[in-house]
Nanobody, 123 residues
C-alpha cells in the first residue's frame, strides 16, 4: 500500500486547511485510513480515522468539532478538513493504513504510512 499526502501549508489561527491522502496498491476491502500528527519534540499522536467499509469515524478529543475526516471511494482517498485551526495544531501530518474493519486509534497498529505534510498555524 502506498500513501500520498498533500495539502499542508501555513495558515493563521482560525483559518482552515484541507489535507488529502491518496491510497494505491493492495488496500483491500476492510481497512482504516487514519491521520496522525507529530509536533517537534513530541510523539506522534492520533488525530482521526475512518473505517472504509462502514464509514465509521473516530476523532481525538483536541480536534472534535473542528476537524472532519471523509472518504472518496472512487479515488481511494481520504480528506481531513481542518477548521478553526490553532497554533497547537502545528505539526507534520501523516496518513496511514491499517487492515481493520473497525476504527483504530493505536499508532502501532498502522502498517503503512505516507510521507507527511507540514501544517503550520501562526498566532
Amino acid at each position: 500500500v502506498q500513501l500520498q499526502a498533500s495539502g499542508g501549508g501555513l495558515v493563521q489561527a482560525g483559518g482552515s486547511l484541507r489535507l488529502s491522502c491518496a491510497a494505491s496498491g493492495r488496500t483491500g476491502r476492510t481497512f482504516n485510513l487514519g491521520w496522525f500528527r507529530q509536533a517537534p519534540g513530541k510523539e506522534r499522536e492520533f488525530v482521526a480515522t475512518i473505517a472504509w467499509s462502514a464509514g465509521d469515524t473516530i476523532y481525538a478529543d483536541p480536534v472534535k468539532g473542528r476537524f472532519t475526516i471523509s472518504r472518496d471511494n472512487a479515488k481511494s482517498a481520504t480528506y481531513l478538513q481542518m477548521n478553526d485551526l490553532k497554533p497547537e495544531d502545528t505539526a507534520v501530518y501523516y496518513c496511514a493504513w491499517t487492515a481493520y474493519h473497525i476504527p483504530i486509534t493505536r499508532t502501532e497498529l498502522y502498517r503503512h504510512w505516507g510521507q507527511g505534510t507540514q501544517v503550520t498555524v501562526s498566532s
